[in-house]
């Protein structure tokens, strides 16, 4: 369950997600937007090769329908590379969700990913 929010006088379909989780509670990530799917994509790139972990495939989220990629922090929590964000105005209808919507609408697999050992 949450809530997107959204800043006066932002066209971004939301600037904060408040979330209820019982089971946990604290930051689960902050996302950066970038100009472009190239970026999100050498972004993360660039991260990995400097010993960050991939937390999340690169991916369309349903909500908000930009590209995603996430990656562990080493201090704790998760970094999101986000752009292609949907816009919004003033026109624009609140919408409220019966049951919460499926994460993405693509993420990529790799089967490989499958048979690899386990990293720490």
């Not at 800043?7 to 600037?15: E, I, L, R, S, V």
């Not at 972990?53 to 704790?76: D, M, Q, W, Y």
Request: proline share 7%; hydrophobic share 35%; with cysteine.
């Amino acid at each position: 369950m949450g809530v997107f929010l959204q800043a006066p006088g932002d066209d971004d379909q939301h600037t904060m997600l408040l979330c209820h989780r019982p089971d946990k509670a604290g930051v689960n990530h902050i996302a950066y937007e970038v100009p472009d799917f190239d970026d999100v994509v050498e972004g993360g790139n660039h991260m990995i090769e400097r010993g960050w972990r991939e937390a999340r495939k690169l991916g369309r989220h349903t909500i908000g329908s930009n590209v995603f990629r996430f990656l562990h922090a080493p201090c704790g929590g998760r970094v999101e590379y986000a752009a292609d964000m949907d816009r919004v105005d003033d026109t624009y209808e609140t919408r409220v969700h019966e049951t919460t919507p499926p994460h993405h609408i693509w993420a990529l697999r790799a089967n490989r990913d499958r048979d690899a050992p386990a990293r720490p």
